[in-house]
């Protein structure tokens, strides 16, 4: 009898610790790193996302969203786009295959992701960064290996709840981060740019060192550019007035809103800027006066990762 209750009380202290222990994935959802790039003059942008179901990596999903540099036949100048589809979505059009016997991008990503789900981020250690993949199982894949340092810093995003999107434009790239704990509740909502410098003669492309965010006050855009003004369903630049908020000031506003009112995605640009639900300005969001669309497109990703 005595041994049949201390085999019980050793079972139940295991319960008990086991329950303490800290799970290594508090959310679920889908969590996203980028490594932001320069390839031959042209941005270029790296990125891995991992499901989280239940508390456990369910998938990776490795992308890679590419840049254009055209050169202007009679003035020589150069000018820069980035490319409407990613890697992954090109298929079969990104040409890889027409190497006899090689697999396309895409392929040769799906049996990255298959090899880092089952063997885990930290298995390609001996790998190194910008070399082949020379592992057992990752037969066929030819490309070098540019994903396992971005999907680990994926890893470390799931296990932290930090979310991120991103969203290329012109030649600037957009990003969005918010914090969510183990009961859901939402923090640390940030969205930020950073821009690029480029010399149209030479070709040059470089990401600037500081984002907007972190440029603040020196991003120079209040009391120097027309203020913009809302009337008739249009915006138009005032000829007195300058802008009274710089661009971090602004987007404050938006995320002041989204911690006040959450996100659901019914709020859309008004002719372009501020915000609006079923057509009629949102008071707090009339003092955005930037183009606003890329920054909503993020906050639609980022809720859709976090499933809120």
Known sequence: MK???????????????SACQEKEFKVDGEF????LEVSSNKPQVTFVTVTIEKGKIVGYNIDVRQGTRTQ???????????????????????GMAKVEGQLEWYEQAALIEAYLLKNGVDSLDTTPIGEAFAVDGMAGVTIKNAY?????????????????????SSTDFYFATMKVDAKGKISDLLIDVRQSTRTQATGTFVWNAQTKQELGAAYGMKNVGAKMVFASGAWTASAT???TLEWNEQIQLVLDYVNANGW??????????AGAKAGVMVDSLAGVTIRT????????????????
């Open 148 to 168: 396992t340092e971005v999907a680990k810093a994926a890893v470390a995003n799931a296990k932290e709840g930090l979310f991120t999107s991103i969203y290329c």
């Open 293 to 308: 669309a890329g920054y909503y497109n993020l906050l639609d990703k980022l809720f859709a990762y976090a499933d809120k």
């Open 264 to 273: 659901d995605g019914s709020v859309d640009p008004i002719a372009d800027r």
């Open 72 to 94: 202007n036949a009679e003035t020589l100048a150069y000018r820069w786009a980035w490319n409407a589809q990613t890697k992954k979505e090109l298929g079969d059009a990104y």
């Open 32 to 35: 996203l790193a980028y490594s």
């Open 3 to 17: 041994k049949i209750l201390v085999l019980l009380l050793v079972v139940v202290a295991a319960f008990g610790l």
């Open 241 to 243: 007035e300058k802008t």
